[in-house]
């Protein structure tokens, strides 16, 4: 059963029209009352029209959306994790996914308060409350992959990154994941800096040395040429953010790496339910040792922005 989105005025009945004059109560919506589509909270009429247009948001979601969100997260906080059994995101299908403390991001990440998904709306919500203190410790969550079945696909960090403050990863944690995902299919993403000195050799040795069958972990490129970087370093398989322009075919990058859009992406959107692809389907991201960079378009609020300021924007032109 659908949520009720409206409540219809109780002067014009949603007539909108009173004796030849627009109704004084809601403004000629035929709604005196909307609930947002983002915090879900009852708001008047008027916190939802723009330009005498109305609008899905209230006044303060769309406010709130034009100020970075690094401001309202705490990365100082303790290390903690948020698991579901069975996620509801579209692209990874019902798998398990896990999000991970704000405090793991690294400062360096060129999105940090500049366009991050994790940021934003419903994920945004639950990662702040992660700052808070909600969710599991490092110790119950790899107890909660541990008690996966033997062949479970899964992602860590749907928000969030490795274990460890800021630019660090802490290798002593993260071999304690690899360890309890042994017998699964899991994957992540990683943005800790793994090129030049100081942080980036730390982060080489921690991905070196905590390998392991159960986790893949991607490194995280923000341009082509970042792409070849760190794919020469041969610690680990590469993906890449490219801008959201309807781009769905495949390119290379200058070294001539073969650079594919995510399937889940570049299907053809409405399509069949039964034949559409997910991470449980695909799985080309829990693949070590795969031959092509798997590339995601920009999303969310700030995608165009963020795709305005890719340094590889030239080269998706063609």
């Not at 109560?25 to 983002?38: A, H, K, P, Q, S």
């Not at 794919?231 to 490219?242: E, F, K, N, Q, R």
């Not at 378009?297 to 032109?317: A, C, I, K, N, Y």
């Given at each position: 059963?659908?949520r009720?989105?409206d409540?219809?005025?109780?002067d014009?009945?949603?007539?909108?029209v009173?004796?030849g004059?627009?109704?004084?109560?809601?403004?000629?919506?035929?709604?005196?009352?909307?609930?947002?589509?983002?915090c879900?909270g009852?708001?008047?009429?008027?916190?939802?029209?723009?330009?005498?247009?109305?609008v899905?948001?209230?006044?303060?979601?769309?406010?709130r959306?034009?100020?970075?969100?690094?401001?309202?997260?705490d990365?100082?906080?303790?290390?903690?994790?948020?698991?579901?059994?069975f996620?509801?995101n579209?692209?990874?299908g019902?798998i398990?996914?896990?999000?991970?403390?704000?405090?793991?991001?690294?400062?360096?990440?060129?999105?940090?308060?500049?366009g991050c998904?994790?940021?934003?709306?419903f994920v945004?919500?639950?990662?702040?409350?992660l700052?808070?203190?909600?969710?599991?410790t490092?110790?119950e969550?790899?107890?909660?992959?541990?008690?996966?079945p033997?062949?479970?696909?899964?992602?860590?960090?749907?928000?969030?990154?490795?274990?460890?403050?800021?630019?660090?990863?802490?290798?002593?944690?993260?071999?304690?994941?690899?360890?309890?995902?042994?017998?699964?299919?899991?994957?992540?993403y990683?943005?800790?800096?793994v090129?030049?000195?100081?942080?980036?050799?730390?982060?080489?040795?921690?991905?070196?040395?905590?390998?392991?069958?159960?986790?893949v972990?991607?490194?995280?490129?923000?341009?082509?040429?970042?792409v070849?970087?760190?794919?020469?370093?041969?610690?680990?398989p590469?993906?890449?953010?490219?801008?959201?322009?309807?781009?769905t075919?495949?390119?290379r990058?200058?070294?001539?790496?073969?650079?594919?859009?995510?399937?889940?992406?570049?299907q053809?959107?409405?399509?069949d339910?039964?034949?559409?692809?997910?991470c449980?389907?695909?799985?080309?991201?829990?693949r070590?040792?795969?031959?092509?960079?798997v590339?995601?378009?920009?999303?969310g609020?700030?995608?165009?922005?963020?795709?305005?300021s890719?340094?590889q924007l030239r080269l998706?032109?063609?």
């Amino acid at each position: 059963m659908e949520r009720t989105r409206d409540e219809v005025c109780g002067d014009c009945r949603g007539d909108k029209v009173i004796s030849g004059a627009v109704c004084a109560r809601c403004f000629g919506t035929g709604i005196v009352n909307r609930r947002c589509r983002e915090c879900f909270g009852w708001r008047t009429v008027g916190d939802f029209l723009v330009k005498a247009r109305l609008v899905r948001r209230c006044r303060d979601c769309r406010v709130r959306a034009e100020v970075p969100r690094d401001r309202e997260l705490d990365r100082t906080c303790e290390l903690r994790v948020k698991f579901v059994r069975f996620s509801r995101n579209s692209k990874t299908g019902p798998i398990p996914v896990s999000m991970v403390s704000p405090n793991t991001c690294s400062p360096t990440c060129p999105w940090m308060g500049a366009g991050c998904y994790a940021e934003q709306h419903f994920v945004g919500m639950h990662w702040r409350r992660l700052a808070k203190g909600s969710g599991l410790t490092w110790d119950e969550y790899c107890e909660a992959v541990r008690a996966l079945p033997r062949g479970q696909i899964w992602r860590h960090a749907e928000a969030g990154d490795l274990p460890g403050d800021g630019d660090l990863i802490h290798g002593d944690l993260l071999r304690q994941l690899v360890v309890a995902a042994e017998h699964t299919r899991g994957f992540t993403y990683t943005h800790k800096p793994v090129l030049g000195r100081e942080a980036g050799a730390w982060n080489r040795a921690a991905l070196a040395n905590n390998q392991g069958p159960g986790l893949v972990v991607n490194l995280s490129a923000d341009g082509l040429e970042d792409v070849d970087r760190k794919a020469d370093l041969g610690i680990g398989p590469v993906t890449v953010t490219i801008p959201d322009d309807g781009h769905t075919t495949t390119t290379r990058t200058p070294a001539g790496r073969f650079v594919m859009v995510c399937p889940a992406v570049r299907q053809t959107v409405g399509s069949d339910d039964a034949k559409k692809v997910t991470c449980e389907s695909c799985g080309l991201c829990q693949r070590r040792n795969r031959k092509s960079i798997v590339a995601f378009p920009t999303h969310g609020s700030w995608g165009r922005r963020m795709g305005e300021s890719l340094v590889q924007l030239r080269l998706f032109d063609t």
